[in-house]
């Protein structure tokens, strides 16, 4: 079996100070033109997508240069100002991830986050990057879509066995986490810690959706149950 785990509203929260910090280096590469990422499509978005609309709402270069230089502004960004406060691990996501491990699963990321950005954020609520080996990251694909045969073939050369869609469960907090799962191939696993409900998460066709990560064994043996009889 393989998990992967998305970041924000997954794993964790940060509550707003990870938009602040990006808003924050638009700022300081542009100067204050009046950024805001309403309207840009946030929960379940790609990064480098993230960037280019609002590049594009303000007329910024998107050359790869430009945004070589976002990702690393954003970085050094994130890096001094997300505080452990502000990153709270949500209900179970750790337990989960380790209980994962022991049982022997492939455990990696299916996020958003840029790769270096993904790991500051696990790190400040509390979960040891080295829980996940490998990922799928924000500037690897056009769309959240192009990310999970990139996470299961980096499980497959870390591990150096075979994983399977049908053994790979998404774990994720939006319905476009619930999408680039089915569209793989793989399962998914809704939990309702981010903005969006329970229900909704199930509607947009998650195998199982839960309010939260709470109950490691019962998740646990779900997972397995429905990896195993495919
Ligand atoms: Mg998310």
């Given at each position: 079996m393989l998990v992967l785990f998305d970041i924000d509203g997954t794993l964790l929260r940060t509550e707003g100070a990870g938009v602040r910090a990006m808003l924050a280096t638009f700022r300081e590469l542009?100067?204050?033109?009046?950024?805001?990422?309403?309207?840009?499509?946030?929960?379940?978005?790609l990064d480098k997508l993230i960037w280019e609309a609002m590049c594009l709402r303000h007329g910024l270069a998107t050359s790869d240069d430009a945004h070589a230089k976002f990702r690393a502004a954003y970085g050094d960004r994130l890096r001094a100002d997300l505080t452990a406060m502000q990153t709270r691990a949500m209900p179970g996501a750790a337990a989960l991830v380790h209980a994962a491990h022991d049982c022997g699963a492939g455990v990696g990321l299916l996020t958003g986050n840029y790769e270096h950005t993904a790991y500051i954020k696990v790190e400040r609520a509390?979960?040891?990057?080295?829980?996940?080996?490998f990922g799928a990251y924000?500037?690897?694909?056009?769309?959240?879509?192009?990310l999970p045969p990139l996470a299961i073939a980096r499980a497959v050369a870390h591990h150096g066995r075979p994983f399977d869609p049908s053994q790979t469960v998404i774990i994720g907090d939006t319905p476009l986490d619930v999408d680039c799962a089915k569209a793989n191939g793989c399962i998914a696993l809704g939990v309702?810690?981010?903005?969006?409900?329970r229900e909704t998460l199930l509607e947009s066709g998650a195998d199982l959706a839960v309010?939260?990560?709470?109950d490691t064994p019962s998740l646990l043996a779900w997972m397995q149950g429905v990896t195993r009889r495919r």
């Open positions: 542009h100067g204050d033109l009046g950024f805001s990422l309403d309207g840009i499509q946030m929960a379940g978005g509390g979960i040891p990057a080295k829980c996940f080996p924000g500037d690897q694909g056009a769309s959240r879509r192009d309702a810690t981010g903005p969006v409900p309010d939260t990560l709470a």
